[in-house]
């Protein structure tokens, strides 16, 4: 998350760098003195050594007083100018910038440039001023853009305009985060800058290319749109669940879901995926959780909508055709090699499974506050945890492992929510399920 932070990626990221330098010196100079001195008088004059009419107090002394009045004022001053200088050019907005539109929101992030491209990576020539203008929708929540190579950071509010600038000056690929908790997928929101040769750039900039590294054909409008407005961080095109339904195979499958409460299995059909987009909170999926999805109703339009319906109908396209391709009749050899296949996707791996099915969004692993308990040393802790409304401890033996993963509103740990973790026991296979227990246990 620190790519290029030691490269001066940016024309003022020395000034701001000089300035944290100067500040924390001082600053950790005056702790030294006051803890110093501090030592120094309780070892000199400790009562095993000094009588009480052996110290003297110093009254009225002129000289000390000017000392500590006008020695720390000349280290505030000298701050103050580094800190101020620095601050001054960042938030001095050059008035002959190239502008790109940012649209923050949960969880992805959305660059539109001024002849309508849009990407989910910023892309930007080196040595060019370049100003962002931030935006979230209006029933978003607080974002933060961050690029800490370049020293740049800014929050973005929904219904604010917000701006930052910077001015690149060295090539390369630079992260981009979010620096504000921003929900569930807070860990997820995450981009990359690219700083690119200026012909480079400009020969992007004029093609219909999504991205300079594309070699193929031009990506349909509703692959565009799936990435830009950010579907791409909470829907999986595999199969896979990360926080929501997958879209693989969903056009025309029937599915359960929650509507004002209510069971109920409706069609998943062109009126189904309209309703999900406009209205989220209509028909929640059984085991995911209600209130994640946005209202994406002011941000595409009625083409738009068709756009996103015919790609995710592709998407059940390509897997029934992967599904009726005729397969040939196994000879002996191939039989054994399907018995090894099978062996080897029994041994599924714990740690790719904890990253690719959304476990990482909302469980940390080094002890901190996620949306979720922490992973850390979780096996055979102790665990305070609700059950029907009644608290009581547990131990996170294995059996608390696996029903939390199938069951995780069983047992709520005290201080979470409950219906934020989906039930993956109707999604993990039960050798997934053991893998993650395995991999659980192992985290210390």
């Known amino acids: 998350m620190l790519s290029g932070f030691n490269k001066d990626a940016s024309t003022f990221a020395a000034d701001v760098d000089r300035a944290f330098w100067i500040t924390n010196g001082i600053s950790f100079a005056m702790f030294l003195l006051v803890v110093g001195l501090m030592g120094y008088f309780v070892f000199r004059y400790h009562h095993s050594r000094v009588k009480p009419e052996d110290i003297r107090n110093i009254k009225d002394h002129v000289g000390l007083e000017i000392a500590w009045t006008v020695i720390p004022t000349i280290l505030l001053f000298v701050i103050f100018y580094y800190g101020y200088t620095a601050f001054r050019e960042i938030r001095t907005l050059p008035k002959d910038a190239f502008v790109v539109e940012v649209l923050g929101k949960r969880w992805s992030w959305t660059f539109i440039y001024p002849n309508g491209k849009q990407t989910t990576e910023l892309y930007v020539p080196v040595g060019e001023n370049i100003r962002l203008r931030l935006h979230a929708p209006i029933n978003d929540v607080i974002h933060s853009f961050y690029v800490p190579a370049f020293r740049v950071k800014e929050d973005v509010v929904p219904g604010r305009e917000n701006h930052l600038w910077f001015n690149a000056t060295v090539l390369g690929r630079y992260d981009v985060e979010c620096s504000q908790y921003c929900g569930t997928g807070h860990s997820r929101m995450l981009s990359k800058v690219e700083v690119m040769d200026k012909a480079a750039f400009d020969a992007w900039y004029a093609s219909d290319k999504l991205s300079p590294h594309d070699k193929g054909a031009p990506k349909s409008e509703g692959e565009v749109l799936f990435q830009t407005l950010g579907c ?65 109703s002011d941000q595409i339009n009625k083409e738009q909508m068709e756009a996103i319906i015919e790609f995710i109908k592709k998407q059940s396209e390509t897997n029934n055709k992967a599904v009726l391709q005729p397969v040939p009749k196994p000879t002996p050899v191939s039989i054994s090699v399907q018995k090894s296949k099978m062996q080897m996707a029994v041994a599924v791996d714990g740690a790719t499974l904890f990253k690719t099915k959304g476990c990482i969004a909302c469980h940390s692993l080094d002890g901190s506050k996620r949306v979720c308990p922490t992973l850390k040393g979780i096996y055979q802790s102790k665990q305070k945890v609700i059950t029907d409304g009644k608290l009581r401890e547990v131990v996170a033996d294995e059996a608390y492992l696996h029903n939390s993963i199938e069951n995780p509103n069983d047992d709520i740990v005290e201080g979470f929510k409950a219906n934020v973790m989906p039930p993956f026991g109707k999604m993990l296979s039960p050798q997934e399920i053991e893998a993650l227990v395995k991999y659980l246990k192992s985290v210390q």
């Open 232 to 296: 791409v961080a909470c829907h999986s095109l595999d199969g896979s669940i990360i926080v929501g339904p997958s879209f693989r195979g969903i056009f025309g499958k029937k599915v359960k879901v929650l509507t004002n409460g209510k069971p109920r299995e409706v069609l998943v059909d062109e009126t189904y995926i309209r309703d999900s987009v406009r209205t989220p909170a209509k028909d929640v999926v059984d085991g995911f959780p209600d209130g994640v999805m946005p209202n994406l």
